[in-house]
């Protein structure tokens, strides 16, 4: 099941908050060890996210390939289709467009001192906001809030494709 939820204390999405940015939070529960790097990987080569990723390549020049996702996942790269990466550690990732104006985050929190290891799975957004021409102020725009139901159910979708693809890459109680 997917939730959303606040940001961890520790997030490295948490410093858009209090940059008027929206920022949003997804959670879910797998019962299996998963590696940070296999979390990644497996976000960004589901069927869902290939979708995507067809459009940036028709639509903004900015092709990629599986080859590609897993160099993200293991650190070999900074840069995945529209992405570069702003931030990372051990157990997380935090991407920046090309524009500047959207960030996507991935987090994963695995408790193996349990009899049954399981990992908590966590996908975010920040949309930045801009300067608005006509009233002076900071402002998202009227096409994200336009979208912002779409965006919402979007990133559960996401996450429960990365999900899938997980449980289906091993058995439960399989090691990393």
């Known amino acids: 099941m997917i939730k959303a939820c606040e940001l961890p204390d520790t997030a490295l999405l948490r410093k858009y908050l209090g940059m008027g940015a929206f920022c949003d939070c997804y959670a879910a529960e797998i019962a299996l ?38 160099a993200l996942a293991r650190g070999e790269s900074d840069k995945f289709a529209a992405w570069h990466v702003e931030g990372r550690t051990t ?10 104006r959207t960030r996507s985050w991935l987090m994963s929190a695995t408790d193996v001192g349990n009899v049954s290891p399981a990992t908590r799975l966590y996908f975010g ?52």
């Open 33 to 70: 060890p998963v590696s940070h790097a296999e979390f990644v990987e497996a976000f960004y080569t589901t069927w869902v996210f290939k979708l995507e990723r067809t459009l940036l390549a028709l639509f903004v020049s900015r092709p990629s390939s599986d080859a590609q996702a897993q």
């Open 91 to 100: 157990d997380q990732l935090l991407l920046c467009d090309f524009q500047g």
């Open 125 to 176: 957004s920040a949309v930045v906001p801009v300067d608005d021409p006509r009233s002076g102020r900071k402002s998202l725009g009227l096409v994200f809030r336009a979208l912002l139901g779409f965006h919402k159910l979007y990133s559960r979708v996401l996450l429960r494709a990365a999900l899938l693809r997980l449980s289906r890459s091993r058995p439960a109680g399989a090691r990393p």
